[in-house]
């Protein structure tokens, strides 16, 4: 969505049916205004990957609400609208069912308007004072948090030189995806319709403390169509991220315990300082570091059920010096009811999130299908599924698996959630920091685990990435240099 303050206009994309009934629709109704419909059915497209249902935020809706020429315009009336003449679905939310935590209600387009999805090249002018204002007040408030923790890499993002080669895109997505994959399709439409309105729509308030930008968000096929200055982009990656950041956590959780004679509360102590210094502390959502520490101070300390350290120390040999996911593939493929292969091609089951069934996933290499595994087994809940991959995956490591669970005991997201922000105080606060002050004018885009640059710098940012990160952690990740 793109906003003129000056005008006071708002611009967004709207299949064209759905704005020809909405349009028809809205005649003569008093509290019913086609700019606020407008904007809602943007947020509902806008925060949907494809056509599912997500979540809005009912104080942040009702921070929209306004009165004009003595009428009062709520989100509640219009989405109560918008549902009964059919333009979008809700599903009322959960009041802590089953053991479940309070989800706000959700929301989708309907099917008959998201078949003409494709039509969203068309953009809609909308005037309305309180909206522009609103969002523009919602939007400065979130870069401005951006900017102040990362100045180094949001001076970047909304620069006017950057560019997409919008026809090419739009030649290759519609050469590449039929209506048999119809969402994918969407999704990379709608990224390369809306580049440059949204180039200057980032954050960094989400629970990864990670920097979300239009650049985080882009379909990995679309990057060869971005250029900046003219310029091709190139980007250094850490390989195997995720399991060198799980082989950090358990070297600063185990050394203070290793050959240390301490008590319960020195340790926890000691492990706790470890942990909090892992992240950044500013970030808004804080998980509770103190429990966690306290768990995994009963764990090492169980007399009854020792930690067999040559476990922990044969996991951190095998992400730093050798290939972990090369290692679980060929552990697991052993028994062929865990990977087995089908029309040469590496399957395995596992847990679906979102359909709450196990499916066969397939891989075209043995490490693809390792990895998988791998991560899934880092961030399952400690409460089996029966997921033979993952499962097994625990035999192999027990040990390890028994000390980063301890970060689920109140959340089993919350593992995942600790480790980004790990990620995240590396990469933005430390690598990209140092860089940025020794180089101020290379160019610096970051994508969770990855810093990007113009192909001109690549060289060199792959060679200050490898000297930090090894200060960093103590030892030398292997970086990978690839083309966008």
């Known amino acids: 969505m793109r906003v003129d303050i000056k005008k006071k206009e708002f611009y967004v994309n709207l299949p064209n049916n759905l704005y020809k009934d909405l349009s028809k629709l809205v ?31 009912s104080k942040r809706l009702q921070q929209y609400d306004y009165t004009r020429n003595k009428i009062r315009y709520s989100y509640n009336q219009q989405l ?102 119809f969402e994918r399709k969407v999704l990379r439409i709608r990224y390369i319709e809306n580049f440059e309105s949204e180039l200057n729509n980032y954050s960094r308030e989400g629970k990864d403390d990670r920097l979300h930008s239009l650049f985080t968000r882009i379909p990995s096929d679309l990057k060869q169509f971005i250029k900046f200055n003219n310029e091709n982009m ?30 319960h509360n020195e340790l926890k102590r000691e492990i706790n300082i470890q942990l909090k210094k892992m992240i950044d502390n500013k970030q808004q959502y804080k998980i509770n570091i103190n429990r966690i520490s306290e768990e995994i101070t009963t764990i090492l300390l169980n007399p009854s059920k020792p930690i067999d350290f040559t476990e922990t120390e044969r996991f951190i040999k095998l992400i730093r010096q050798h290939d972990i996911y090369e290692y679980v593939g060929k552990e697991l493929i052993k028994d062929k009811n865990v990977i087995w292969t089908e ?115 690549g060289n060199l940012l792959k060679i200050k990435m490898e000297i930090l990160l090894k200060d960093y952690f103590s030892f030398s990740p292997v970086t990978i240099l690839k083309q966008w």
């Open 27 to 57: 005649i003569g109704k008093k509290e019913i205004s086609i700019e606020y419909c407008a904007f809602l059915i943007h947020l509902i497209i806008y925060k949907s990957k494809v056509n599912s249902y997500v979540g809005l935020s």
């Open 80 to 181: 109560t609208f918008l549902e009964k003449n059919g333009f979008i679905k809700i599903k009322n939310h959960i009041n802590n069912i089953s053991s479940k935590q309070n989800r706000c209600k959700q929301y989708k387009l309907s099917e008959k308007y998201f078949a003409h999805f494709l039509e969203l090249q068309n953009k809609r002018t909308f005037q309305n004072k309180h909206i522009v204002n609103k969002h523009a007040k919602e939007r400065n408030k979130r870069t401005l948090n951006a900017e102040e923790r990362t100045k180094h890499l949001t001076k970047w993002i909304d620069s006017p030189l950057w560019s997409i080669d919008r026809s090419n895109a739009l030649e290759y997505v519609k050469s590449n995806f039929d209506d048999s994959d």
């Open 234 to 263: 190139v980007e250094v990656d850490i390989k195997s991220s995720q399991p060198i950041i799980a082989s950090l956590i358990l070297d600063k959780i185990v050394k203070p315990f290793n050959g240390n004679k301490l008590s």
């Open 343 to 457: 029309n040469n091609r590496y399957c395995t089951y596992l847990y679906n999130e979102s359909k709450k069934i196990q499916e066969i996933h397939s891989f075209e290499t043995l490490r693809e299908c390792g990895k998988k595994i791998t991560i899934n087994a880092l961030y399952s809940s400690t409460k089996s599924y029966g997921i033979k991959a993952v499962n097994s995956f625990k035999r192999l490591f027990p040990n390890v698996m028994s000390i980063l669970d301890c970060f689920k005991i109140d959340k089993s997201s919350h593992l995942p959630i600790f480790m980004q922000q790990v990620e995240a105080k590396c990469v933005l606060d430390y690598c990209a920091k140092k860089i940025s002050r020794k180089h101020p004018e290379v160019l610096l885009i970051t994508r969770h685990d990855s810093i990007s640059t113009t192909e001109n710098q």
